[in-house]
């Protein structure tokens, strides 16, 4: 599964660079016949993809590299690089657009050949459409950060080229034009705020910020493997890379266990994880021995060092994994 996931990611990542190319000549031609801002903004704003989807390419080649003795952890945070690349570009390539946008409300602008223009930029925003939602949906599917970051990256494009093509008409009914350098300037603030959303994703991932989306899958995961001899989950963290997860937690467990059955718990655990969560995952459990506190809450039966009888277990949800410990009161 792993492999066709691989797969997928490399010719999505080829399919979104020449088709980048495609649409930057497209919008070039566009500008060139009708002179109009909004039109160059839009193809400065394709010269960025062109540039950050040739560096998602090369980053997800790396990133697909396995684990190696000078990288224990794999090479998935190449990802966030990328994807904080991308956004910084995109941010760039919003302010070229208010520079130009605003050169044009000064000097003024004449425009040619708009209805061509127009057929033209439609063409783009739906090729444009029909690709960033392909890409985001190959991104999520594979847990690929940098998939999903020119997903988004290209579905802003389409929404450029949508106001674009909106400004475009307008002018060409009304002759009112000005709004065409109003609209790139519109579009770009924008654009600006998708690019601080990637920028923001990327430092989040580069500081291991606990993954709450991967969060809501893997307790329940726990939950559905949970055996009677497994009493209580504390200390459970979480941070992802690409298509990889870490984590790590401490499980409370029979006292007299050895360490070849402690060993066996956790390839238990892995394993099952990874089936379940359809998921590359490392895992690094610390057992704790369970005390005399804990005999109300363990279902394990015929347990030969039980101390009282069993009231309740301890539920496995987010409040008590990821606390420091689980207080349990003696039974009265």
Not at 20 to 46: H, N, P, Q, R, Y
Not at 183 to 202: D, P
Not at 299 to 312: L, T, W, Y
Request: glycine share 4%; net charge negative.
């Amino acid at each position: 599964m792993t492999k066709n996931f691989d797969d997928d990611k490399k010719k999505a990542a080829l399919i979104s660079l020449v088709i980048g190319f495609l649409m930057f000549f497209l919008k070039i031609f566009a500008f060139v016949i009708t002179g109009s801002s909004a039109i160059l903004s839009d193809a400065i704003e394709s010269i960025v993809h062109i540039f950050a989807t040739s560096i998602a390419f090369i980053s997800l080649l790396i990133s697909l590299k396995p684990p190696d003795e000078s990288h224990p952890y794999g090479h998935g945070k190449i990802e966030y690089f990328s994807a904080g690349f991308e956004g910084g570009l995109i941010i760039v390539a919003a302010l070229s657009i208010i520079f130009f946008a605003v050169e044009d409300l000064i000097f003024g602008i004449e425009l040619s050949q708009l209805d061509v223009g127009a057929y033209l930029i439609f063409a783009a925003s739906a090729i444009n459409l029909a690709l960033g939602l392909f890409l985001v949906k190959i991104g999520k599917k594979t847990n690929s950060l940098i998939l999903e970051a020119d997903g988004k990256h290209i579905l802003t494009d389409s929404v450029t080229s949508i106001a674009v093509l909106i400004s475009i008409v307008i002018v060409m009914l009304t002759d009112f034009k000005i709004l065409d350098p109003l609209i790139a300037i519109f579009v770009a603030l924008n654009i600006i705020v998708t690019g601080y959303k990637l920028v923001r994703q990327s430092i989040r991932g580069l500081m291991q910020e606990r993954d709450y989306e991967f969060l809501e899958r893997l307790i329940p995961a726990l939950n559905k493997i949970r055996r009677d001899d497994f009493i209580e989950i504390h200390k459970l963290r979480t941070w992802s890379a690409g298509n990889h997860h870490f984590v790590d937690f401490h499980l409370i467990i029979p006292s007299y266990y050895t360490i070849e059955q402690s060993h066996d718990i956790q390839r238990f655990i892995t394993e099952s994880l990874k089936e379940n969560l359809e998921s590359e995952l490392q895992t690094m459990l610390h057992f704790d021995p369970c005390k005399l506190d804990h005999c109300q809450h363990c279902e394990k039966k015929d347990c030969p060092i039980r101390k009282a009888e069993f009231v309740s277990r301890i539920e496995w949800n987010k409040e008590n994994c990821l606390s420091d410990s689980v207080i349990v009161p003696l039974a009265e």
